[in-house]
Protein backbone atom coordinates (compact mmCIF):
# COMPACT_ATOMS: atom_id res chain seq x y z
CA UNK A 1 0.00 0.00 0.00
CA UNK A 2 1.56 3.31 -0.92
CA UNK A 3 1.51 6.91 0.85
CA UNK A 4 -0.02 9.01 -1.36
CA UNK A 5 0.16 13.23 -0.04
CA UNK A 6 -1.66 15.30 -3.23
CA UNK A 7 0.03 14.23 -5.99
CA UNK A 8 3.53 12.99 -4.12
CA UNK A 9 3.86 9.17 -3.46
CA UNK A 10 6.04 8.11 -1.03
CA UNK A 11 8.24 5.20 -2.32
CA UNK A 12 9.86 2.87 0.23
CA UNK A 13 12.99 0.96 -1.39
CA UNK A 14 15.03 -1.68 0.29
CA UNK A 15 19.10 -0.81 1.04
CA UNK A 16 21.01 -3.67 1.97
CA UNK A 17 22.09 -1.03 5.25
CA UNK A 18 21.21 -0.77 8.70
CA UNK A 19 19.07 2.12 7.32
CA UNK A 20 16.87 0.01 5.67
CA UNK A 21 15.01 2.37 3.78
CA UNK A 22 15.42 4.94 1.23
CA UNK A 23 12.87 7.63 0.46
CA UNK A 24 12.14 8.28 -3.26
CA UNK A 25 9.55 10.35 -3.69
CA UNK A 26 7.26 10.28 -7.20
CA UNK A 27 5.35 13.16 -8.20
CA UNK A 28 2.49 13.44 -10.92
CA UNK A 29 1.74 16.00 -13.41
CA UNK A 30 0.29 16.77 -16.66
CA UNK A 31 3.38 16.33 -18.58
CA UNK A 32 3.88 13.25 -16.49
CA UNK A 33 6.19 11.91 -13.42
CA UNK A 34 9.20 13.05 -11.68
CA UNK A 35 11.05 10.96 -9.63
CA UNK A 36 12.37 12.38 -6.67
CA UNK A 37 16.12 10.26 -6.04
CA UNK A 38 16.03 6.65 -6.71
CA UNK A 39 17.58 3.88 -4.58
CA UNK A 40 20.65 1.33 -5.11
CA UNK A 41 21.33 -0.21 -8.88
CA UNK A 42 19.90 -3.76 -7.47
CA UNK A 43 17.89 -5.97 -8.32
CA UNK A 44 14.90 -5.29 -5.24
CA UNK A 45 15.21 -1.78 -5.87
CA UNK A 46 14.53 -2.44 -9.44
CA UNK A 47 11.88 -4.47 -8.85
CA UNK A 48 10.13 -2.22 -6.33
CA UNK A 49 9.61 0.41 -9.10
CA UNK A 50 8.34 -1.93 -11.23
CA UNK A 51 5.84 -2.59 -8.42
CA UNK A 52 4.66 1.00 -7.57
CA UNK A 53 4.85 1.67 -11.65
CA UNK A 54 2.29 -1.08 -12.44
CA UNK A 55 0.39 -0.12 -8.78
CA UNK A 56 0.11 3.60 -9.91
CA UNK A 57 -0.34 2.62 -13.99
CA UNK A 58 1.98 4.43 -15.49
CA UNK A 59 4.69 3.88 -18.41
CA UNK A 60 8.16 4.18 -17.99
CA UNK A 61 8.03 6.73 -20.91
CA UNK A 62 5.91 8.92 -18.78
CA UNK A 63 8.53 9.94 -16.26
CA UNK A 64 9.45 13.59 -17.51
CA UNK A 65 12.50 14.13 -15.12
CA UNK A 66 14.73 12.57 -12.10
CA UNK A 67 16.02 14.37 -10.01
CA UNK A 68 18.46 13.96 -7.17
CA UNK A 69 18.93 15.66 -3.50
CA UNK A 70 22.35 14.48 -3.38
CA UNK A 71 25.16 12.06 -5.06
CA UNK A 72 25.31 9.26 -2.25
CA UNK A 73 24.71 5.84 -3.83
CA UNK A 74 21.42 5.40 -2.06
CA UNK A 75 20.07 8.67 -3.75
CA UNK A 76 21.69 8.50 -6.62
CA UNK A 77 22.43 4.51 -7.64
CA UNK A 78 19.60 4.01 -9.97
CA UNK A 79 19.71 7.66 -11.54
CA UNK A 80 21.37 5.92 -15.26
CA UNK A 81 19.44 2.81 -15.34
CA UNK A 82 16.14 4.80 -14.29
CA UNK A 83 17.18 7.18 -16.93
CA UNK A 84 18.09 4.31 -19.50
CA UNK A 85 14.46 3.05 -19.11
CA UNK A 86 12.80 6.04 -19.66
CA UNK A 87 14.68 8.84 -21.59
CA UNK A 88 14.35 11.50 -18.85
CA UNK A 89 16.91 13.99 -18.07
CA UNK A 90 18.46 13.95 -14.59
CA UNK A 91 18.89 16.85 -12.37
CA UNK A 92 21.15 17.42 -9.43
CA UNK A 93 24.16 20.01 -8.37
CA UNK A 94 27.21 20.44 -10.22
CA UNK A 95 29.05 20.38 -6.93
CA UNK A 96 27.25 16.64 -6.37
CA UNK A 97 28.29 15.50 -9.87
CA UNK A 98 31.98 16.42 -9.16
CA UNK A 99 31.64 14.30 -6.10
CA UNK A 100 30.03 11.52 -7.14
CA UNK A 101 32.63 11.00 -9.91
CA UNK A 102 35.42 11.33 -7.15
CA UNK A 103 34.00 8.85 -4.89
CA UNK A 104 32.18 6.62 -7.01
CA UNK A 105 34.18 6.61 -10.46
CA UNK A 106 36.53 3.66 -11.29
CA UNK A 107 39.44 5.81 -11.93
CA UNK A 108 39.35 8.25 -9.07
CA UNK A 109 41.92 7.49 -6.21
CA UNK A 110 39.86 8.51 -3.45
CA UNK A 111 39.82 4.81 -1.97
CA UNK A 112 42.77 4.90 -1.04
CA UNK A 113 43.34 8.61 -0.01
CA UNK A 114 40.78 7.78 2.22
CA UNK A 115 42.54 4.77 3.65
CA UNK A 116 45.60 6.77 4.28
CA UNK A 117 43.68 9.68 5.70
CA UNK A 118 42.17 7.21 8.62
CA UNK A 119 45.42 5.98 9.17
CA UNK A 120 46.61 9.48 9.72
CA UNK A 121 43.71 9.33 12.49
CA UNK A 122 44.56 6.50 14.24
CA UNK A 123 42.88 3.65 11.92
CA UNK A 124 44.91 0.22 12.39
CA UNK A 125 45.90 -1.35 8.92
CA UNK A 126 43.67 -4.19 9.22
CA UNK A 127 40.92 -1.74 9.07
CA UNK A 128 42.28 1.00 6.59
CA UNK A 129 43.67 -1.85 4.23
CA UNK A 130 39.57 -2.76 4.05
CA UNK A 131 38.60 0.70 2.61
CA UNK A 132 39.40 0.69 -0.87
CA UNK A 133 37.92 -2.88 -1.66
CA UNK A 134 34.69 -1.82 0.33
CA UNK A 135 34.62 1.77 -1.32
CA UNK A 136 35.07 0.39 -4.54
CA UNK A 137 32.40 -2.12 -3.68
CA UNK A 138 29.64 0.49 -4.58
CA UNK A 139 30.67 0.68 -7.96
CA UNK A 140 27.94 -2.08 -9.13
CA UNK A 141 25.23 -0.08 -7.40
CA UNK A 142 25.39 3.02 -9.12
CA UNK A 143 26.37 2.29 -12.96
CA UNK A 144 25.82 2.97 -15.21
CA UNK A 145 25.94 6.84 -14.13
CA UNK A 146 23.93 9.23 -15.70
CA UNK A 147 24.25 12.31 -17.69
CA UNK A 148 23.31 15.17 -15.98
CA UNK A 149 21.67 18.60 -16.38
CA UNK A 150 22.72 21.13 -13.07
CA UNK A 151 19.95 22.85 -10.64
CA UNK A 152 21.55 25.95 -8.41
CA UNK A 153 20.54 27.45 -5.29
CA UNK A 154 17.70 30.42 -6.08
CA UNK A 155 16.38 28.45 -9.20
CA UNK A 156 12.75 27.10 -9.65
CA UNK A 157 12.21 23.48 -10.73
CA UNK A 158 8.67 22.56 -11.96
CA UNK A 159 7.96 19.07 -10.40
CA UNK A 160 4.42 17.75 -11.43
CA UNK A 161 2.20 20.90 -11.59
CA UNK A 162 3.85 22.85 -9.11
CA UNK A 163 6.95 25.09 -9.06
CA UNK A 164 9.29 24.16 -6.23
CA UNK A 165 12.81 26.78 -5.09
CA UNK A 166 15.85 24.99 -5.16
CA UNK A 167 17.51 25.43 -1.70
CA UNK A 168 21.46 24.47 -1.18
CA UNK A 169 20.82 22.73 2.00
CA UNK A 170 25.02 21.52 2.65
CA UNK A 171 26.22 19.69 5.57
CA UNK A 172 25.72 15.97 4.83
CA UNK A 173 26.55 16.45 1.21
CA UNK A 174 28.63 19.69 0.06
CA UNK A 175 25.86 19.77 -2.83
CA UNK A 176 23.10 18.85 -1.31
CA UNK A 177 19.85 19.99 -2.48
CA UNK A 178 16.27 20.58 -1.08
CA UNK A 179 13.25 21.91 -2.66
CA UNK A 180 10.30 23.89 -1.00
CA UNK A 181 6.91 24.35 -2.69
CA UNK A 182 6.00 27.84 -0.66
CA UNK A 183 2.42 27.53 -1.09
CA UNK A 184 2.10 24.64 0.70
CA UNK A 185 5.04 25.11 3.14
CA UNK A 186 6.11 21.32 1.67
CA UNK A 187 9.72 20.50 1.78
CA UNK A 188 11.21 17.73 0.14
CA UNK A 189 14.20 17.54 2.13
CA UNK A 190 16.88 14.84 0.90
CA UNK A 191 18.78 13.97 4.13
CA UNK A 192 19.13 17.44 5.22
CA UNK A 193 16.55 17.09 8.19
CA UNK A 194 15.80 13.36 9.41
CA UNK A 195 12.87 12.92 12.25
CA UNK A 196 14.34 10.21 14.25
CA UNK A 197 18.31 10.11 13.87
CA UNK A 198 21.12 12.84 12.81
CA UNK A 199 21.61 12.99 9.64
CA UNK A 200 25.41 11.64 9.45
CA UNK A 201 27.56 14.77 8.81
CA UNK A 202 31.37 14.33 7.54
CA UNK A 203 34.87 15.10 7.23
CA UNK A 204 36.37 13.45 4.32
CA UNK A 205 39.44 14.51 2.39
CA UNK A 206 39.35 16.79 -1.14
CA UNK A 207 35.72 17.87 0.72
CA UNK A 208 34.98 20.87 2.90
CA UNK A 209 36.69 21.42 5.74
CA UNK A 210 34.59 21.94 8.37
CA UNK A 211 30.99 20.37 7.34
CA UNK A 212 29.67 20.29 10.98
CA UNK A 213 29.87 24.44 10.92
CA UNK A 214 28.62 24.25 7.54
CA UNK A 215 25.53 22.04 8.46
CA UNK A 216 24.88 24.24 11.71
CA UNK A 217 25.23 26.73 10.01
CA UNK A 218 22.35 25.17 7.35
CA UNK A 219 20.14 24.73 10.26
CA UNK A 220 20.14 27.95 11.43
CA UNK A 221 19.74 29.42 7.78
CA UNK A 222 16.71 27.34 7.08
CA UNK A 223 14.35 27.45 10.41
CA UNK A 224 13.45 30.76 9.09
CA UNK A 225 11.31 28.91 6.00
CA UNK A 226 7.77 28.46 6.65
CA UNK A 227 7.79 24.89 6.47
CA UNK A 228 4.66 23.36 7.15
CA UNK A 229 5.89 19.21 5.98
CA UNK A 230 8.70 17.88 5.48
CA UNK A 231 9.54 14.78 3.26
CA UNK A 232 12.43 13.12 4.32
CA UNK A 233 15.20 10.48 3.02
CA UNK A 234 14.19 8.25 5.82
CA UNK A 235 11.68 8.11 8.15
CA UNK A 236 8.00 9.06 8.28
CA UNK A 237 6.80 12.45 6.66
CA UNK A 238 6.85 15.03 9.49
CA UNK A 239 5.30 18.47 10.38
CA UNK A 240 7.62 19.30 13.97
CA UNK A 241 9.84 21.33 11.42
CA UNK A 242 11.42 24.14 13.68
CA UNK A 243 11.16 21.42 17.09
CA UNK A 244 13.74 19.13 14.86
CA UNK A 245 16.00 21.74 13.77
CA UNK A 246 15.95 22.82 17.45
CA UNK A 247 16.49 18.67 18.81
CA UNK A 248 19.75 18.43 15.94
CA UNK A 249 21.32 21.07 17.16
CA UNK A 250 21.12 20.59 20.95
CA UNK A 251 22.46 16.75 19.71
CA UNK A 252 25.69 17.99 18.28
CA UNK A 253 26.10 20.30 21.32
CA UNK A 254 26.02 17.06 23.39
CA UNK A 255 28.70 15.54 20.66
CA UNK A 256 30.81 18.26 20.90
CA UNK A 257 30.93 18.46 24.84
CA UNK A 258 31.35 14.62 24.63
CA UNK A 259 34.33 14.96 22.57
CA UNK A 260 35.88 17.84 24.32
CA UNK A 261 35.69 15.71 27.50
CA UNK A 262 37.41 12.99 26.11
CA UNK A 263 40.21 14.62 24.99
CA UNK A 264 40.55 16.79 28.06
CA UNK A 265 40.98 13.34 30.45
CA UNK A 266 43.00 11.65 27.80
CA UNK A 267 45.75 14.78 26.75
CA UNK A 268 46.25 13.61 23.67
CA UNK A 269 44.25 11.35 21.66
CA UNK A 270 44.09 10.17 17.96
CA UNK A 271 40.25 10.19 16.40
CA UNK A 272 40.03 6.86 16.04
CA UNK A 273 40.00 6.32 19.73
CA UNK A 274 37.75 8.77 19.94
CA UNK A 275 35.55 7.00 17.61
CA UNK A 276 35.57 3.90 19.53
CA UNK A 277 35.07 5.74 22.59
CA UNK A 278 31.59 7.46 21.22
CA UNK A 279 30.22 4.81 18.97
CA UNK A 280 31.87 1.30 20.40
CA UNK A 281 34.48 -1.22 18.75
CA UNK A 282 32.03 -3.50 17.22
CA UNK A 283 31.12 -1.54 13.76
CA UNK A 284 31.53 -2.83 10.33
CA UNK A 285 33.91 -1.18 7.72
CA UNK A 286 30.54 0.49 6.20
CA UNK A 287 29.82 1.83 9.67
CA UNK A 288 33.24 2.33 10.90
CA UNK A 289 33.90 4.50 8.03
CA UNK A 290 30.72 6.84 9.14
CA UNK A 291 31.46 7.03 12.58
CA UNK A 292 35.61 8.02 12.26
CA UNK A 293 34.42 10.63 9.56
CA UNK A 294 31.54 11.55 12.00
CA UNK A 295 33.75 12.10 14.78
CA UNK A 296 36.52 13.91 12.76
CA UNK A 297 33.66 16.74 11.54
CA UNK A 298 33.33 17.34 15.38
CA UNK A 299 36.91 17.07 16.17
CA UNK A 300 37.51 19.77 13.57
CA UNK A 301 35.01 21.95 14.25
CA UNK A 302 36.19 22.31 17.95
CA UNK A 303 39.92 23.04 16.60
CA UNK A 304 38.88 25.23 14.46
CA UNK A 305 36.43 26.79 17.42
CA UNK A 306 39.74 27.47 19.44
CA UNK A 307 38.98 24.81 21.92
CA UNK A 308 41.37 21.81 20.74
CA UNK A 309 45.41 21.81 18.88
CA UNK A 310 46.58 18.94 17.09
CA UNK A 311 50.16 17.65 16.98
CA UNK A 312 51.59 14.49 15.01
CA UNK A 313 53.50 11.13 16.26
CA UNK A 314 54.64 8.58 14.40
CA UNK A 315 52.49 10.19 11.43
CA UNK A 316 49.45 10.12 13.85
CA UNK A 317 47.78 13.09 14.20
CA UNK A 318 46.85 13.32 17.90
CA UNK A 319 44.22 16.24 18.85
CA UNK A 320 45.10 18.26 22.35
CA UNK A 321 43.34 20.76 24.27
CA UNK A 322 44.25 24.15 24.05
Not at 73 to 91: E, R
Not at 183 to 206: T, Y
Not at 294 to 313: I, M, P
Request: proline share 5%; net charge negative; charged share 30%.
Amino acid sequence: MLNRFDDIVQVALPLPFALKIINAWLIRGDRGYTVIDTGLHTEEDLATWEEVRKEIGFDWNEVEKIVLTHYHPDHYGLAGTLQQMTGAPVYMSALDWEQAQMFLGRESDMPELMADFFSKHGLEEEWASKIPGHLRSFHRWVEPHPTVRFLEAGDTVRLGNREYEVLHTPGHADGHLSFFDRERGWLIGGDFLLPKISPNISLWPRCNPDPLSTYLETLEKMKHLPVKKVFPSHGPVFDHYLERIEELKDHHARRLRMMDDIVRERGAVHAYDVCRSVFGAELSVHNLRFALSETLAHLEYLRRQGELDTREEDGVIHYTKR
